[in-house]
Structures are given as structure tokens and as C-alpha cells.
């Protein structure tokens, strides 16, 4: 147990640059003591104590703002940063060294039943203000972008932005940049127009010369002409 505490604390460390020491993390960072009420309520909850589960989360949820269901999974090392405003569902999973920032949902559709919170990945940023909505997966090393809403899986190494949310870049490369070269460009059209019906005009011009050669008994018919 105080080897995860550890982490936790460690994992504030790790993540937020205005963390000073370790007595003002433990004393100060909602986040933390929102993931660590919620071990306690999880405790209670897996033995289906579910009252005591709950007071213990909605305790923490009044003193932390973040409300954790205690059904669910956490792995090692969340940290929560800013805290308020975060709800993570009963059936979430979250993996290890997951980051979250305030207002973040992790939560239903309303359309599901059973498995219907997502389950995120490893090494995972969910920015301030992001709603992920569904029993789909959030892949590792993935980041969604503030505000963003996500409504279906997300591949790993990839980042999401918008609502709703669509791959903008995976493995470190930009998706669906504009392509400025492809705006059709209306004095290019234009000229390509031109260079067409011209081959067009010089094939024509070739096959009348060919027709009146044939009629000449072989001769050309500008030589005729000139003779
Ligand atoms: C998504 C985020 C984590 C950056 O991830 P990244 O993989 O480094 O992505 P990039 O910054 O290269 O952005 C990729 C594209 O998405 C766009 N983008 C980034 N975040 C966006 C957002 N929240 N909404 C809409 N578009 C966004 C960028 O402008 C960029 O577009 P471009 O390729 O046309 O230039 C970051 O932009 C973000 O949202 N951070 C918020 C963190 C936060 O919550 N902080 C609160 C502290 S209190």
C-alpha cells in the first residue's frame, strides 16, 4: 500500500512542474486524495460493501470534486491534475501512468448497458474539458485534446482533437493537413483546357493530312499545293 502511495506521489512529480514537496503534494493535491479515497471505496466495493463504497466516494467527491465511481479500475500512477470537475464511471479501466486534467468525463452514452465507460490505455493524456463517451478503447500513449469529445476507439500513439474528436496525428505524423496543393486553382484549369483541345486540334490536323495524302497518291499535300 505505501509503495503505491509512492507512486502516486511520484506520479506528481513526474507530471506537474509546481510541485515543490512532498509535503505540500500530500497536503494540497485534490487529484491525490481523490485516487486515494477512491482505493478505499474500491476496497469496499469488490467485497460488495457498496453502501460504504459509495459514502467513501461521494465524501471524496465533496471534498476533492472529482467523483470516482468506486467500481472503477484504476492502475498505477493517475494523477489528476487540478482535480474539480472529473468523472470517471463505474465500468472505466484505466491503465498505468494515465494523466487527466480537470472537467474530464470518462462516461456513458446512455445507449449501453453493462460495459459502458471506456477503457483507457497506458501512458494516456486526457486534456481539460474532454468528454470520452462509450465502452470503446482509448490506446496507449494517446492524447485527446482539450474540449474534445470522443465517441468511438481510439488508436494507440495517436492524438484527437475536435467534436467530435478525429485522428489529427498518429506515430508523431500529422493527419488530414490541408492539402494547399490540391485547391483547384481556376487559371491552371484553364490552361490545362487549352493544352487539350490543342493536342486535340494537332491530332485532328494530322489525320486530314494523312486523308488527303492517301487521296494524292502519296504525295503531301502542302507539296501539291506548292507545285
Ligand atoms: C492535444 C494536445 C495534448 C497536443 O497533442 P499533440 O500530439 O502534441 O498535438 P499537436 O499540438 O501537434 O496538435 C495537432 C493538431 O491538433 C490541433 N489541436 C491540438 N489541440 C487541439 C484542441 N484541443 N482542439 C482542436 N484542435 C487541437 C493543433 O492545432 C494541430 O493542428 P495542425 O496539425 O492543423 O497544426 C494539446 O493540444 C492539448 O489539448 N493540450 C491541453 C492540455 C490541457 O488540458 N492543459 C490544461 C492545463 S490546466
Given at each position: 500500500m505505501f509503495?503505491?502511495?509512492?507512486?502516486?506521489?511520484?506520479?506528481?512529480?513526474d507530471?506537474?512542474?509546481?510541485?515543490?514537496?512532498?509535503f505540500e503534494?500530500?497536503l494540497?493535491?485534490?487529484?491525490?486524495?481523490?485516487i486515494?479515497?477512491?482505493?478505499?471505496?474500491?476496497w469496499?466495493y469488490?467485497?460488495?460493501?457498496?453502501?460504504?463504497?459509495r459514502?467513501i466516494s461521494?465524501f471524496?467527491r465533496?471534498?476533492?470534486?472529482?467523483e470516482?465511481?468506486p467500481g472503477?479500475?484504476i492502475?498505477q500512477?493517475?494523477?489528476?491534475?487540478?482535480?474539480?470537475g472529473?468523472?470517471?464511471?463505474e465500468?472505466?479501466?484505466?491503465?498505468d501512468d494515465?494523466?487527466?486534467?480537470?472537467?474530464v468525463?470518462?462516461?456513458?452514452?446512455?445507449?449501453?448497458?453493462g460495459?459502458?465507460?471506456?477503457?483507457?490505455g497506458n501512458h494516456?493524456v486526457?486534456?481539460?474539458?474532454a468528454?470520452?463517451?462509450?465502452?470503446f478503447?482509448v490506446?496507449?500513449?494517446s492524447?485527446i485534446?482539450?474540449?474534445?469529445?470522443?465517441?468511438?476507439?481510439?488508436?494507440?500513439?495517436?492524438?484527437?482533437?475536435?467534436?467530435k474528436?478525429?485522428?489529427?496525428?498518429r506515430?508523431g505524423?500529422?493527419?488530414?493537413?490541408?492539402?494547399h496543393?490540391?485547391?483547384?486553382d481556376p487559371?491552371?484549369?484553364?490552361f490545362q483546357?487549352m493544352?487539350?483541345?490543342i493536342?486535340?486540334l494537332?491530332?485532328?490536323?494530322e489525320q486530314?493530312?494523312?486523308e488527303?495524302r492517301?487521296q494524292?497518291?502519296?504525295?503531301q499535300p502542302?507539296e501539291?499545293k506548292s507545285?
Amino acid at each position: 500500500m505505501f509503495r503505491t502511495m509512492k507512486s502516486d506521489i511520484q506520479a506528481v512529480f513526474d507530471n506537474d512542474p509546481a510541485a515543490r514537496s512532498v509535503f505540500e503534494v500530500v497536503l494540497t493535491y485534490s487529484g491525490l486524495h481523490a485516487i486515494w479515497a477512491h482505493r478505499v471505496a474500491h476496497w469496499f466495493y469488490v467485497r460488495r460493501w457498496f453502501m460504504i463504497a459509495r459514502i467513501i466516494s461521494q465524501f471524496s467527491r465533496f471534498m476533492t470534486g472529482v467523483e470516482i465511481h468506486p467500481g472503477a479500475r484504476i492502475g498505477q500512477r493517475l494523477f489528476i491534475d487540478h482535480g474539480m470537475g472529473v468523472v470517471i464511471g463505474e465500468t472505466c479501466e484505466i491503465g498505468d501512468d494515465v494523466l487527466l486534467f480537470q472537467g474530464v468525463t470518462l462516461g456513458g452514452t446512455g445507449k449501453e448497458s453493462g460495459k459502458r465507460h471506456p477503457t483507457i490505455g497506458n501512458h494516456v493524456v486526457i486534456s481539460s474539458g474532454a468528454k470520452v463517451l462509450g465502452s470503446f478503447t482509448v490506446g496507449d500513449n494517446s492524447k485527446i485534446g482539450a474540449n474534445a469529445i470522443v465517441l468511438s476507439e481510439v488508436p494507440p500513439n495517436s492524438t484527437v482533437v475536435g467534436l467530435k474528436a478525429r485522428v489529427v496525428k498518429r506515430d508523431g505524423v500529422s493527419l488530414n493537413k490541408l492539402d494547399h496543393d490540391k485547391l483547384p486553382d481556376p487559371l491552371i484549369d484553364l490552361f490545362q483546357q487549352m493544352e487539350t483541345r490543342i493536342q486535340e486540334l494537332k491530332h485532328e490536323v494530322e489525320q486530314l493530312k494523312t486523308e488527303m495524302r492517301n487521296q494524292n497518291g502519296g504525295v503531301q499535300p502542302y507539296e501539291s499545293k506548292s507545285v
